[in-house]
């Protein structure tokens, strides 16, 4: 069964940092993009970023420059270092895999969401 689990969401201030994991179970993580969404109340969820398999990083233009993702294939761990955090940037923040291959089950998976609030 797959399972990606996030965590180290959290309360900090405008201006801080925090540091999202997800680690994934169930999969061969090697072989799925991987990648960050985000939802506030009221709206859509929306894409933060993503990693390929070969390394590749994609951003929304919200995170670029203040957001890196980066993966660790060793460790079934996508990462989401986020800097200089704003107020807007509160809401669940969610980890989604996607097979970048179809020698793989076509299903994306999503984790259970940790939320992340930004606020003094």
């Known amino acids: 069964q797959v399972q990606l689990v996030e965590s180290g969401g959290g309360l900090v201030q405008p201006g801080g940092s925090l540091r999202l994991s997800c680690a994934a179970s169930?999969?061969?993580?090697?072989?799925?993009?991987m990648g960050w969404y985000r939802q506030a109340p009221g709206k859509q969820r929306e894409l933060v970023a993503t990693?390929?398999?070969?390394?590749?990083?994609n951003y929304a233009n919200s995170a670029k420059g203040r957001f890196t993702i980066s993966r660790d294939n060793a460790k079934n761990t996508v990462y989401l270092q986020m800097n200089s955090l704003k107020p807007e940037d509160t809401a669940v923040y969610y980890c989604?895999?996607?097979?970048?291959?179809?020698?793989?089950?076509?299903?994306?998976?999503w984790g259970q969401g940790t939320q992340v609030t930004v606020s003094s």
């Open positions: 989604n895999a996607r097979p970048s291959t179809t020698s793989i089950p076509p299903s994306d998976y």
């Open positions: 169930g999969l061969i993580f090697r072989l799925y993009t």
């Open positions: 990693i390929t398999t070969g390394g590749s990083t």
